[in-house]
């Protein structure tokens, strides 16, 4: 069986562009699984974990929201942001999550919090939690 190529794009520059036997991803439709030969599509991503597994050894990146390409067995993943699992500060993750619950706490009427961008922070802040635990 081939292989794939996954490229996964941030705004400051490639974090990954590796060889891959299967690729899953949180699509807006829910999690996606990517096998060469796959039919070619586009999806949304939404904040959480892509992984993806090569000789039998899997690796995990939390990444935010953003768009995915599977095309002629390439996942190409644009998001804007993204972090390789032992890059992720669980310490920083958890001070953010904090920060934006503490955001979200405050009464929905004030114009001085953007809910909206405190629900995507706390967001990203899980995703990079969780995935981070995954290393042990």
């Known amino acids: ?76 993943v644009l998001v804007d942001s993204g972090e390789i699992a032992h890059e992720i500060d669980l310490e920083r993750a958890q001070s953010a999550m904090g920060r934006a619950k503490e955001r979200l706490d405050k009464k929905r009427d004030t114009d001085e919090i953007d809910f909206a961008r405190a629900e995507a922070a706390l967001q990203r802040a899980i995703s990079r939690i969780k995935v981070a635990k995954k290393l042990g």
């Open 1 to 76: 069986m081939g292989k794939l190529n996954l490229e996964v794009v941030t705004p400051s520059g490639i974090i990954a562009n590796v060889e891959a036997d299967i690729v899953a991803a949180p699509g807006t439709e829910g999690e996606f699984g990517v096998l060469p030969g796959h039919i070619n599509f586009l999806s949304g991503i939404v904040p959480g974990e892509l992984r993806y597994t090569n000789s039998e050894k899997t690796e995990y990146m939390a990444i935010s929201s953003g768009f995915a390409e599977v095309s002629n067995d390439k996942v190409s």
